[in-house]
């Protein structure tokens, strides 16, 4: 009788855990979208701060990443919204979104060093948090 007792309290313990981690990861998810539209807008303005380097092997205009990372910033800012209810589409969408922005960071890394790493971390910790989560 007393090891239902104690699973009947680990429960809501649980389910309190995996309902912070979805929270975390979705804040987390929005604050990288925002950072990808803020970054995008940069690059497609064409501002300064970018490092132009000439011989990189994944060389794109920086309009071109301006708006990839444009269009990944407002993704990754809606389905923040949509970790909200904590659906399975949006977890798995949250993963899919936080991988590419790892991989456009990563593609983008020569060009602004310091916030690619920054990026690329916090959407480590997004798809950490969205695949932690054992949904019943």
């Known amino acids: ?19 912070g981690l ?13 950072a990808g539209i803020v970054r ?7 501002d300064d701060v970018f490092v132009i380097t000439p011989n990189y ?6 309009t071109s990443w301006g708006w990839i990372h444009l ?9 923040s919204f949509g970790l909200s209810r904590t659906s399975t589409w949006s977890r798995i969408a949250g993963v ?5 922005v790892i991989i456009a960071n990563l593609l983008s890394l020569p060009y602004y060093p310091a916030w690619s790493i920054l990026v690329i971390a916090i959407s480590g910790f997004v ?10």
Do not use: N, Y
């Open 71 to 79: 269009a990944l910033g407002i993704a990754a800012i809606l389905v």
């Open 127 to 136: 798809i950490w948090a969205l695949c932690v989560v054992k949904r019943d």
């Open 40 to 46: 995008g807008i940069m690059a497609i303005a064409k």
């Open 96 to 100: 899919g979104i936080a991988a590419l």
């Open 22 to 34: 979805t929270v975390f990861a979705a804040i987390m998810l929005g604050i990288t979208g925002l």
């Open 1 to 19: 009788m007393t090891s239902v007792h104690t699973t009947r309290q680990k429960e809501p313990a649980q389910q309190a855990w995996a309902g």
């Open 57 to 62: 092997v994944f060389k794109f205009d920086l």
